[in-house]
């Protein structure tokens, strides 16, 4: 794996979130708790309020596939917003933390937007098509934002010191040069569609449309991040916390590397 060839300091700027306690293992589980009632929302939202009116081809395969992924989401959540269970599985909790996220606020999002083009009076084909044509699309802001992601980590962007003035700058403009031109591709695209099968004329439908997908991509966008944190929690001590002092729990120091250790133990 690439990122078996970076050190921890390679990613200890990434530790603000959990620094700062706004990913600890206790937020976490109060925001998958939370979400529990907003999976519901959305779920009615999409399959009960725009769902019978749709011609979206496979309209109900979609929707019972998403009904039994909601339902296990929402047992993970109640599962994992238990103190009890999340201090012993904190690398478990932030991996449905990333599931429950990218569910609620894209793909429900994005799926929305689907069935609302298939309300009006369009083909199958140009259905499947506008499908294809963002999916697509947002498999390249995932690519290129991780790839960029990657690029950051080698330089160094995100060690200890260098990597948090590195955020305060907003990171590197030219290196979200390529992401953007992509998503904004998509966006127009997903404009000239639109307007091409007259939603202009509803400011409703346009609205839910164009934020669809947009949502979809920012998702896709701090994706990688998510994924790159998982990893160091999995790698690195320094991720994850002790609750053997604080009922709250207190982040481990860095100076432990799971990896590091195992090639060392595999040398011997």
């Not at 992601?149 to 390529?178: A, D, M, V």
């Not at 449309?209 to 949502?215: E, H, R, S, T």
Request: aromatic content about 14%; some cysteine.
């Amino acid at each position: 794996m690439v990122l078996s060839k970076l050190k921890e300091e390679d990613f200890a700027a990434l530790r603000g979130p959990f620094e700062s306690g706004r990913q600890s293992p206790g937020s976490l589980g109060g925001m998958l708790l939370f979400a529990i009632f907003l999976q519901i929302f959305v779920f009615c939202l999409v399959y009960v309020v725009i769902g019978p009116e749709t011609t979206y081809p496979y309209n109900n395969i979609v929707l019972q596939l998403h009904l039994i992924i909601t339902v296990i989401m929402i047992m993970l959540s109640i599962v994992f917003g238990v103190p009890s269970v999340f201090k012993d599985f904190q690398k478990t909790q932030y991996f449905i933390t990333i599931l429950v996220s990218q569910n609620m606020f894209g793909w429900y999002f994005y799926i929305a937007a689907l069935f609302m083009i298939g309300t009006s009076d369009i083909s199958t084909k140009s259905m499947l098509t506008f499908t294809a044509v963002t999916l697509l699309i947002g498999l390249f802001v995932f690519i290129i934002t991780f790839i960029r992601f990657y690029i950051l980590l080698r330089k160094g962007k995100y060690r200890s010191g260098s990597g948090r003035e590195f955020l305060r700058n907003k990171l590197e403009k030219k290196s979200l040069i390529p992401m953007a031109t992509v998503a904004g591709l998509g966006i127009v695209y997903i404009i000239q569609y639109a307007a091409r099968n007259n939603f202009y004329k509803d400011p409703n439908e346009i609205t839910i449309i164009l934020l669809g997908p947009i949502l979809l991509y920012g998702m896709l966008f701090v994706l990688p991040e998510q994924l790159v944190l998982l990893y160091c929690k999995f790698r690195f001590d320094s991720f994850n916390y002790s609750f053997e002092k604080d009922p709250d729990g207190v982040l481990k120091p860095m100076g432990i590397d799971k990896l590091t250790k195992r090639r060392e133990n595999s040398v011997k």
